[in-house]
């Protein structure tokens, strides 16, 4: 055995005692139209047996054996695959979308009879580009709905960066995502929202000036519109202070009026008892004046005449001087 199948046979001996050690598959990123080389990741040599097949759906592609290339009756892939002896590598040329997935590479060792198998993955993408900024507003409201999308590829992730004219600092992502919502005010004239739209090969930009799309004469400066909201917050709570007070007031003399209004109405009872016995005594004075004292007696009798019932009275006899 020769130097260079000795050095191999260590190579695949170790890579064999490191594999299946659960590692995720390597990963390739192809630029749709373009072309990608799908690596085999270990040293080969020109009498081991390889075959390249295509994970899902499973597809045999090619197969290296005894120095002789066969490629398999495929249609997707058909005058589209190289085969590269000297690394044992797969390259794909016209790369289309429908070619992203999994592959799986199948080396045989002559020197061992080992077998080895490496996963690839490949991921192929359209460039982005034609990316535009639509603006929708609310009628009626100074909020607009700024929506980024592209008109070709298949971006990953969207992000917008606000700008303000001769301010270097604000150059920086705001947000994630392909809408924004922004709220139009005077002071904001000069601010530029710029969105991105980007994936692993590619990128494309647009942006929008708030001064162009912003109804500015209908949007009052932020600092006035916040002004306002305290002024009117002030109000309601100085109104909600002197209710409070009103009805404090009216409780309390409301709860003093009712004790007042039991005495005047014992006061009028009194009244009426005093009434009672002052007819009385008009009835007792009546009577004195009808009765007449016997005549041809030496002795007045005055008298008091007993009160109603209820009352007491007394009889008094005075003797002549």
């Given at each position: 055995?020769?130097?260079?199948?000795?050095?191999?046979?260590?190579?695949?001996?170790?890579?064999?005692?490191?594999?299946?050690?659960?590692?995720?598959?390597?990963?390739?990123?192809?630029?749709?139209?373009?072309?990608?080389?799908?690596?085999?990741?270990?040293?080969?040599?020109?009498?081991?047996?390889?075959?390249?097949?295509?994970?899902?759906?499973?597809?045999?592609?090619?197969?290296?054996?005894?120095?002789?290339?066969?490629?398999?009756?495929?249609?997707?892939?058909?005058?589209?695959?190289?085969?590269?002896?000297?690394?044992?590598?797969?390259?794909?040329?016209?790369?289309?979308?429908?070619?992203?997935?999994?592959?799986?590479?199948?080396?045989?060792?002559?020197?061992?009879?080992?077998?080895?198998?490496?996963?690839?993955?490949?991921?192929?993408?359209?460039?982005?580009?034609?990316?535009?900024?639509?603006?929708?507003?609310?009628?009626?409201?100074?909020?607009?709905?700024?929506?980024?999308?592209?008109?070709?590829?298949?971006?990953?992730?969207?992000?917008?960066?606000?700008?303000?004219?001769?301010?270097?600092?604000?150059?920086?992502?705001?947000?994630?995502?392909?809408?924004?919502?922004?709220?139009?005010?005077?002071?904001?004239e000069d601010v530029v929202y710029r969105c991105e739209a980007r994936n692993s090969i590619s990128e494309d930009t647009a942006q929008v000036r708030l001064g162009d799309v912003c109804n500015l004469d209908t949007c009052p400066p932020k600092t006035t519109a916040a002004l306002d909201s305290v002024m009117l917050m002030t109000v309601l709570s100085a109104v909600g202070t002197l209710l409070i007070f009103v009805v404090t007031?009216?409780?309390?003399?409301?709860?003093?009026?009712?004790?007042?209004?039991?005495?005047?109405?014992?006061?009028?009872?009194?009244?009426?008892?005093?009434?009672?016995?002052?007819?009385?005594?008009?009835?007792?004075?009546?009577?004195?004046?009808?009765?007449?004292?016997?005549?041809?007696?030496?002795?007045?009798?005055?008298?008091?005449?007993?009160?109603?019932?209820?009352?007491?009275?007394?009889?008094?006899?005075?003797?002549?001087?």
């Open positions: 055995m020769n130097t260079r199948h000795l050095l191999t046979s260590c190579w695949l001996t170790l890579c064999a005692s490191l594999s299946g050690t659960g590692a995720p598959p390597t990963t390739v990123t192809g630029t749709q139209g373009h072309s990608v080389s799908l690596p085999f990741g270990r040293p080969v040599s020109s009498d081991d047996e390889v075959y390249w097949i295509r994970v899902s759906p499973r597809n045999m592609i090619v197969k290296y054996l005894n120095g002789n290339i066969s490629y398999f009756s495929n249609e997707q892939y058909k005058n589209r695959i190289t085969y590269h002896p000297g690394n044992a590598g797969l390259e794909i040329h016209n790369l289309r979308r429908e070619d992203s997935g999994d592959y799986e590479v199948i080396c045989t060792a002559a020197s061992s009879g080992n077998e080895y198998k490496t996963t690839v993955r490949l991921e192929v993408y359209e460039p982005v580009s034609g990316a535009n900024i639509t603006v929708q507003n609310i009628t009626g409201t100074c909020n607009l709905t700024l929506t980024c999308s592209v008109t070709s590829g298949n971006p990953s992730r969207f992000s917008w960066k606000r700008e303000v004219t001769g301010d270097n600092s604000s150059h920086h992502i705001w947000k994630d995502g392909k809408t924004m919502q922004v709220d139009c005010t005077a002071e904001m007031v009216i409780l309390t003399v409301t709860r003093r009026r009712r004790p007042e209004g039991r005495e005047v109405t014992s006061g009028t009872e009194d009244q009426a008892e005093t009434g009672i016995i002052y007819t009385n005594l008009q009835r007792m004075q009546k009577n004195r004046s009808v009765w007449q004292p016997p005549k041809g007696n030496d002795r007045v009798m005055t008298d008091t005449l007993p009160l109603e019932r209820g009352h007491c009275g007394s009889l008094t006899l005075l003797g002549a001087d």
